[in-house]
T-cell receptor, first 109, second 117 residues
Framework: RKEVEQDPGPFNVPEGATVAFNCTYS??????FFWYRQDCRKEPKLLMSVYSSGNEDGRFTAQLNRASQYISLLIRDSKLSDSATYLCVAIYNFNKFYFGSGTKLNVKP | ETGVTQSPTHLIKTRGQQVTLRCSSQ?????VSWYQQALGQGPQFIFQYYREEENGRGNFPPRFSGLQFPNYSSELNVNALELDDSALYLCASSLRLAGGLRQETQYFGPGTRLLVL
């Protein structure tokens, strides 16, 4: 079983739609969580950290559910420029990093 | 831009050869992590270097080794290359605080694309 699992998608949504991704992790001792976005043939870029209390950055909202061991990312009012692969990562023992395989989002006009 | 640089950008090797990839961390960062990303997959953690020592390792064989230098730059060495080693190799730098336990956010370099023939 993988440490972090994501639905690979693709999620095909029209501009302006709201879309949500989940990511499950297997190690309950995981300490920190992040969402990254990765454009085709580029490096991952940090999108946001994920906290138990939830955090919001403009159109993006991230949430952590420790009881069910998943993190989520909600994107409101999708833009064409949001098209990318979204990667979640869980950090265990402060020095082990586990990325999911990514969820592909296609936002269409 | 993150300020993390990697060299070379692309590399072609043959099976059995050895390769060295280089990474310069972002100014002020003291920790470098290396990842392997195969096509269509997420980055797989190889290892992390902190204070010039390996500090955390993923499920990679010993032929994957590394170094960190006093200026916090780092090298990834892979011996006895195999076809499956073909991938994008990413390094990420970060700043460890609070006695070395708290892990801050990682920032990635553009990667080195390695093709093993």
């Amino acid at each position: 079983r993988k440490e972090v699992e994501q639905d690979p998608g693709p999620f095909n949504v029209p501009e302006g739609a709201t879309v949500a991704f989940n990511c499950t992790y297997s190690n309950s001792a995981s300490q920190s969580f992040f969402w990254y976005r990765q454009d085709c043939r580029k490096e991952p870029k940090l999108l946001m950290s994920v906290y138990s209390s939830g955090n919001e950055d403009g159109r993006f909202t991230a949430q952590l559910n420790r009881a069910s061991q998943y993190i989520s990312l909600l994107i409101r009012d999708s833009k064409l420029s949001d098209s990318a692969t979204y990667l979640c990562v869980a950090i265990y023992n402060f020095n082990k990093f586990y990325f999911g395989s990514g969820t592909k989002l296609n936002v269409k006009p | 831009e993150t300020g993390v640089t990697q060299s070379p950008t692309h590399l072609i090797k043959t099976r059995g050869q050895q390769v060295t990839l280089r990474c310069s961390s972002q100014s002020g960062h003291n920790t470098v992590s290396w990842y392997q990303q195969a096509l269509g997959q997420g980055p797989q953690f190889i290892f992390q270097y902190y204070r010039e020592e390996e500090n955390g390792r993923g499920n990679f064989p010993p032929r994957f080794s590394g170094l960190q230098f006093p200026n916090y730059s780092s090298e990834l060495n892979v011996n006895a290359l195999e076809l499956d080693d073909s991938a994008l190799y990413l390094c990420a730098s970060s700043l460890r605080l609070a006695g070395g336990l708290r892990q801050e956010t990682q920032y990635f370099g553009p990667g080195t694309r390695l093709l093993v023939l």
